[in-house]
C-alpha cells in the first residue's frame, strides 16, 4: 500500500514537474535561493539519498533521477506542439524528438539491464516504437512531430513508473553487479543507470538553446 501511494506521488510529480519553474529562471537555479516549499515538503525533492521503498543505493539513484527529470522538463513547460517541433536547422532535432528519445533510452536500458539482454537485442515491439527516437536524426525529424506536450510526458511517465517498480524489486548487489563484456570495458548497473540519468542532463543543455531560439 506505502509502494502504491510513493508511485503515484512520483507519476503526479513527473508528469507536473515543469509547473514548478519560477519565471523563465532554470530550476539549476535553485541552490542559489530558497527552494520551493511544495516542492521539498511533497516530494522531498531536494534530498539526495536513499529512499523507502528501495535498497540504500538504488534509492540514492532513485532520487538523483527524479531530480534529474524535474530539471529537464522545466525548459518545455507550457510549450506549443509548434515549439516542441521547432528545427534550429536543416539537421537539427526537435525537443519533440529528444523528449522521446530520453524516454526509448531508458527504455532500452530497463530491457538490457532488468530482461538481461544484449545491448540491441530488442522485443520487436519495443524496436517497432522507440528504434526511431532512439536514433533521432531525419527520420525523427519526419516522424515525431505535431505533438502536444502531454504525449511526451506521458511516455517519460510510463517509462519511469516501469523503472521503478523495476528497481523496487531489486537489491545494491544487483545494482553494483558488474558487466565485464559491456562495450564501454567493465560497467555495473550503477554506471548504466547513473548514464541514464546523466543523459538527460545533456539535452536539458539542448533543450534551453533550443528554446532561444523559438522566434517570438
Not at 524496436?127 to 519526419?142: F, M, Q
Not at 506536450?149 to 553487479?177: C, G, H, I, M, P
Request: proline share 4%.
Amino acid at each position: 500500500m506505502e509502494n502504491q501511494k510513493q508511485n503515484s506521488s512520483r507519476r503526479s510529480f513527473i508528469k507536473n514537474a515543469s509547473l514548478l519553474t519560477m519565471g523563465t529562471s532554470s530550476l539549476l537555479a535553485f541552490p542559489l535561493g530558497k527552494p520551493s516549499t511544495i516542492v521539498t515538503q511533497e516530494t522531498d525533492i531536494n534530498i539526495i539519498g536513499p529512499k523507502e521503498g528501495y535498497s540504500p543505493q538504488i534509492g540514492t539513484l532513485v532520487s538523483m533521477m527524479t531530480w534529474m527529470r524535474m530539471v529537464i522538463l522545466a525548459p518545455v513547460h507550457n510549450m506549443s506542439a509548434t515549439d516542441l517541433d521547432y528545427l534550429v536547422d536543416d539537421n537539427a532535432n526537435s525537443i519533440g524528438a529528444m523528449l522521446m528519445h530520453l524516454a526509448a533510452t531508458e527504455r532500452f536500458y530497463q530491457i538490457h539491464t532488468f530482461n538481461d539482454k544484449a545491448w540491441g537485442d530488442w522485443p520487436k515491439e519495443d524496436t517497432k516504437r522507440w528504434s526511431i527516437a532512439s536514433g533521432l536524426g531525419d527520420k525523427a525529424r519526419k516522424k515525431i512531430k505535431g505533438n502536444e506536450l502531454s504525449y511526451y510526458l506521458d511516455a517519460l511517465d510510463e517509462v519511469r513508473q516501469n523503472t521503478l517498480k523495476e528497481f523496487a524489486n531489486r537489491d545494491d548487489k544487483w545494482l553494483l553487479k558488474v558487466d565485464e563484456a559491456f562495450p564501454w570495458g567493465p560497467t555495473n548497473n550503477y554506471c548504466k543507470w547513473f548514464h541514464v540519468c546523466e543523459h538527460e542532463s545533456n539535452h536539458n543543455g539542448q533543450f534551453k538553446f533550443i528554446k532561444s531560439r523559438i522566434p517570438s
